[in-house]
């Protein structure tokens, strides 16, 4: 049998203390594409929904119809407000009309 000296012993302790680590950093690696690959995926399907259900694709033509949309809701929820002041004025002058 083989005696090893002090500097074999410390340099095989280094190499597997460097192996544990490979394992560690290969392991994360593994994880890391198969999370990048299903992202990936996703993000074709959000994709293909958004080219069906908008006719697009594009972030900046979508978050453009969604812009337009809060402008066409505020412009309604304005207008609905000023209907019921209106009615509201109106059951008001008729209630003291009598």
Same mark, same amino acid.
């Given at each position: 049998?083989?005696?090893? *000296?002090?500097?074999? *012993?410390?340099? @095989? #302790? =280094?190499?597997?203390?460097? =192996? &544990?680590?490979?394992? &560690?950093?290969? +392991?994360? #690696?593994?994880?890391?594409? /198969? $999370?990048? $690959?299903?992202?990936? #995926?996703?993000?074709?399907?959000?994709?293909?929904?958004? @080219?069906?259900?908008? /006719? *697009?694709?594009?972030? /900046?033509?979508?978050?453009? @119809?969604? $812009?337009?949309?809060?402008?066409?809701?505020? &412009?309604?929820?304005?207008?609905?407000? +000023? +209907?019921?002041?209106?009615?509201? *004025?109106?059951? &008001?002058?008729? /209630?003291?009309? #009598?």
């Amino acid at each position: 049998m083989t005696n090893l *000296t002090r500097l074999e *012993t410390d340099q @095989l #302790r =280094r190499l597997e203390e460097m =192996r &544990k680590t490979y394992d &560690k950093l290969r +392991a994360e #690696r593994i994880r890391a594409e /198969g $999370e990048a $690959e299903r992202l990936a #995926r996703e993000l074709e399907e959000v994709r293909a929904l958004a @080219l069906s259900e908008f /006719g *697009t694709d594009d972030e /900046g033509q979508i978050q453009a @119809l969604i $812009e337009d949309a809060q402008a066409r809701n505020a &412009k309604l929820a304005d207008e609905f407000g +000023a +209907a019921l002041r209106e009615v509201e *004025t109106r059951l &008001k002058q008729i /209630g003291d009309e #009598r």
